[in-house]
T-cell receptor
Framework: AQTVTQSQPEMSVQEAETVTLSCTYD???????LFWYKQPPSRQMILVIR??????QNATENRFSVNFQKAAKSFSLKISDSQLGDAAMYFC???????????????FGQGTILTVHP | GAVVSQHPSRVICKSGTSVKIECRSL??????MFWYRQFPKQSLMLMAT?????????EQGVEKDKFLINHASLTLSTLTVTSAHPEDSSFYIC??????????FGSGTQLSVL
């Protein structure tokens, strides 16, 4: 079974600084997707960034970038120039890239609560 | 962008009653929807996978007779918590998959059972 582990229950960062959230996962599959989701106090799940396992290049979305180490099964999220609006709970998630009725099933990590200090 | 509407956003019920939560894809057809449960400051745990026109697939440990899932159309899946008890109090979130492998989340339902 696939597992996703976030070892940092809480992290904090000063506004405008950079912070990195860690995530490791375990899978025997070779074709999969990894995601970072943000859940603000509204509890709406917001997709931050996505990485296809077959792509060696790390995904970036504006101030958000990932460090994807496939061999090490590591997938960290770097937030640059942190803003107050970045404060939220962040979840790392995994999804196998295969068909079938469960296609799209996500496995989530435990989450990391990010606090941004002004 | 695609929208998934989840209703109600909050519900309070008495112990022993049943509660229905709806998840609708507003501008796309969702052959598959997923139901998650989340306790405060914890992760999302998948409860079941709902496929249009067929029986839902439940994750291990989830009571299918307590959490009834119906996916009668390509735009609507419902989760009914039957004979709710205080331990069923939780935040329930649905997600829907469109035909292009993207997933969209509903805004969630906070269930409180008194």
């Amino acid at each position: 079974a696939q597992t996703v582990t976030q070892s940092q229950p809480e992290m904090s960062v000063q506004e405008a600084e950079t912070v990195t959230l860690s995530c490791t996962y375990d899978t025997s599959e070779s074709d999969y997707y990894l995601f970072w989701y943000k859940q603000p106090p509204s509890r709406q799940m917001i997709l931050v960034i996505r990485q296809e396992a077959y792509k060696q290049q790390n995904a970036t979305e504006n101030r958000f970038s990932v460090n994807f180490q496939k061999a090490a099964k590591s997938f960290s999220l770097k937030i640059s120039d942190s803003q107050l609006g970045d404060a939220a709970m962040y979840f790392c998630a995994y999804r196998i890239n295969a068909g079938g009725t469960s296609y799209g099933k996500l496995t989530f990590g435990q989450g990391t609560i990010l606090t941004v200090h002004p | 962008g695609a929208v998934v509407s989840q209703h109600p956003s909050r519900v309070i019920c008495k112990s022993g009653t049943s509660v229905k939560i709806e998840c609708r894809s507003l501008d796309f057809q969702a052959t598959t929807m997923f139901w998650y449960r989340q306790f405060p400051k914890q992760s999302l745990m998948l409860m079941a996978t709902s496929n249009e026109g067929s029986k839902a697939t439940y994750e291990q440990g989830v009571e299918k007779d307590k959490f009834l899932i119906n996916h009668a159309s390509l735009t609507l899946s419902t989760l009914t918590v039957t004979s709710a008890h205080p331990e069923d109090s939780s935040f329930y979130i649905c997600s829907a998959r469109d035909g292009h492998e993207k997933l969209f989340f509903g805004s969630g339902t906070q269930l409180s059972v008194l």
